[in-house]
């Protein structure tokens, strides 16, 4: 069974940086195209960042320069490092796998986790 | 960015009757859509990917349907336990993957 499970979230004062963690299990990540979803309390889904198999990665306009999303192999690890927070970051993080049919050519997001709440405030 | 709009914002629909929800693309996304099911305090669920296609185990009352720019969700028989926000998601042009406001489908 996939397993998808993110740490690291708290309460943080503005202009901090925190690491958000998330521990895959029953998938290997770096076989895996790997994103974080946010979701601002009482508010809708927004993509924050991806990272593929090979190692690219991709940003939303609202987070580039900030967000950091990264991967340890060794420790089946996908990591998302955020620095100068502001209020408007404050939202519940899910790690999610990104997956594709075997045609290649319909995506979808298959695995979620439970999510990891972050909140940006003095 | 392709910009997904979804509508109603609110659905209230008796038990057992049908529930249709719509989502548009501010360009075409052929069918590469998605819609996900969340309930309170859960992660979204996958239900629906290339805009017609169940997932594994959703239950056959749930279906989708359309291409290009408009796309439907349907509950053909609502249940209490279908009480949630529903999102649909394009994967046809990204970065970035952008998803809809979402649809809150409520008991009548």
């Known amino acids: 069974d996939v397993q998808l499970v993110e740490s690291g979230g708290g309460l943080i004062q503005p202009g901090g940086s925190l690491r958000l963690s998330c521990a895959a299990s029953?998938?290997?990540?770096?076989?895996?195209?790997l994103t974080w979803v946010r979701q601002a309390p009482g508010k809708g889904l927004e993509w924050v960042s991806l990272?593929?198999?090979?190692?690219?990665?991709y940003y939303a306009d609202s987070v580039k320069g900030q967000f950091t999303i990264s991967r340890d192999n060794s420790k089946n690890m996908v990591y998302l490092q955020m620095n100068s927070l502001r209020a408007e970051d404050t939202a519940v993080y899910y790690c999610?796998?990104?997956?594709?049919?075997?045609?290649?050519?319909?995506?979808?997001?298959?695995?979620w986790g439970q999510g990891t709440l972050v909140a940006v405030s003095s | 960015e392709i910009v997904m709009t979804q509508s109603p914002a609110t659905l209230s629909v008796f038990p057992g009757e049908r529930a249709t929800l719509s989502c548009r693309a501010s360009q075409s996304v052929r069918t590469n859509l998605a819609w996900y099911q969340q309930k309170p305090g859960q992660a979204p669920r996958l239900l629906i990917y290339?805009?017609?296609t169940r997932a594994t185990g959703i239950p056959a009352r749930f279906s989708g349907s359309g291409s290009g720019t408009e796309f439907t969700l349907t509950i053909s028989s609502l249940q209490s336990e279908d009480v949630a926000v529903y999102y649909c998601q394009q994967f046809n042009d990204w970065p970035p993957l952008t998803f809809g406001g979402g649809t809150k489908v409520e008991i009548k």
């Open positions: 999610v796998r990104l997956q594709f049919d075997p045609s290649g050519f319909y995506f979808y997001f298959d695995y």
């Open positions: 029953g998938l290997t990540v770096s076989s895996n195209y």
């Open positions: 290339g805009a017609s």
């Open positions: 990272i593929y198999s090979d190692g690219s990665t």
